[in-house]
């Protein structure tokens, strides 16, 4: 194991928007009563106003404000680590690189985002935040970063995550944050993402002191997250690398996938690759056009990949993959033929994740291991052409609160759901 670091003054000091390269602007976001495109008016009971400046803007990049900076240093600049030992398992010529975000507070990619959602709301006057979070990672997140900035929050957990998952409410409790399993109005129902938001913006509806906070899907959320691409170009560089071949990350919503992919669309022959769930085969599966972000149509209408806000998938352990929908950005990049989609049954994505954990010592959230999984079929593909190819993807999390999931795998428990 070899890892590439970049001293702290090496942070990216503004986020890459990708909307500039896109084949075409994207479509905008509906109504939910007239149909209409929204206005900034429309989304001001949700987000702040620098928030709603950054979903539509079109400028390259984005400036990072000095006070996210002082509080990403805490973590940022993350490793990037090539994976030699599993590289030898394999016995691969694949040169196989990770960017090691579980190294955050949280332990996830998600606190890139969370600390500037939290700074705007707190600039702006809110005093309280609402959420969702599938397996929690999201609100573990928004929990540390409103604590940096005296905000209470609220979080709605899917309940098959709440059940499963209890570190991880501790972890938003210490933090100071108040959850509660959800739906709220039906304790026999396992919840999914799209429930989950229906909670979170009904509490924020009406409140002055309240703003809704989302971890993934919106296009202001995978902009933060590009900080972890574009670290990972300059680690590349820094590891005598040329461009990946491929740049590889899960997908639930999209946001450590455009986090790590979004600065590489401009790079011709870099190719892009969503890992998703079987269970839940949004991208792979799902139709495109306008659907709602939650069960109830509280939400604005997205254009994107969608199974249907009905769809409640099974349990499987990675929660935070459990989403009907997914980014609007995202979906053009896929409909485009820009990037690609491949989805895995639960008990393959566990046997790459334990594989990698004997092999480079590390447990990976059950998110992450869809991307390890994929990493690892792209290298097994590499060793039958003999290409020496240059693999990278996004450690996203660790998975040191997700044991019950190993345990059932370990003993053969995994739950048969569909896709598994």
Not at 71 to 77: H, T, Y
Not at 324 to 343: F, K, N, T, Y
Request: net charge negative; charged share 20%; proline share 10%.
């Amino acid at each position: 194991m070899t890892r590439w670091t970049l001293p702290p003054d090496q942070i990216p000091g503004a986020w890459f928007n990708v909307v500039p390269h896109l084949s075409a602007p994207p479509q905008p976001p509906l109504h939910p009563g007239t149909r209409e495109p929204v206005g900034p008016d429309d989304l001001a009971p949700l987000f702040p106003m620098a928030l709603i400046g950054q979903e539509v803007s079109a400028e390259p990049w984005i400036d990072v404000p000095g006070e996210v900076l002082d509080i990403l240093r805490l973590w940022r600049p993350t490793p990037l680590v090539r994976a030699t030992r599993l590289e030898k398992a394999l016995g691969t010529p694949a040169r196989i690189y990770f960017k090691d975000e579980s190294v955050s507070p949280s332990g996830s990619h998600k606190t890139n985002t969370a600390v500037p959602q939290a700074f705007y709301n707190a600039r702006e006057g809110i005093t309280r935040l609402t959420t969702e979070t599938g397996a929690g990672q999201w609100g573990t997140a928004l929990a540390f970063a409103t604590a940096q900035f005296d905000l209470d929050l609220k979080v709605y957990m899917v309940r098959a995550s709440y059940d499963q998952k209890p570190y991880r409410r501790i972890a938003i409790e210490t933090w100071g944050g108040e959850v509660v399993p959800s739906p709220v109005d039906d304790p026999g129902h396992p919840g999914s993402l799209g429930s989950a938001i229906s909670d979170a913006v009904r509490d924020c509806a009406g409140r002055s002191d309240t703003h809704y906070s989302l971890g993934s899907v919106l296009n202001h959320v995978l902009l933060h997250q590009t900080v972890i691409g574009l670290e990972a170009k300059e680690q590349l560089g820094l590891a005598g690398e040329r461009l990946p071949d491929v740049v590889i990350a899960p997908c639930g919503g999209g946001s450590n996938l455009g986090g790590i992919a979004f600065p590489f669309v401009p790079d011709a022959g870099v190719r892009l690759l969503a890992v998703e769930p079987l269970s839940c085969p949004t991208l792979t599966q799902g139709e495109f056009g306008y659907d709602f972000g939650d069960v109830e149509g509280l939400t604005p209408l997205l254009p994107m990949y969608s199974l249907g806000r009905g769809f409640i998938p099974p349990s499987i352990h990675a929660g935070g993959l459990r989403y009907h929908g997914d980014s609007p950005l995202i979906s053009q990049l896929v409909r485009d033929g820009r990037m690609e989609a491949v989805a895995y049954p639960q008990g393959k994505v566990f046997e790459a994740a334990v594989q990698f954990a004997r092999a480079e010592g590390k447990i990976p959230a059950p998110e992450c291991a869809h991307g390890i999984r994929a990493a690892i079929d792209e290298a097994l593909a590499a060793k039958e052409t003999g290409e020496e190819k240059v693999i990278l993807f996004n450690y996203c999390g660790h998975g040191f609160l997700d044991l019950a999931a190993y345990d059932e795998y370990n003993h053969g428990r995994l739950p048969d759901e569909q896709g598994s």
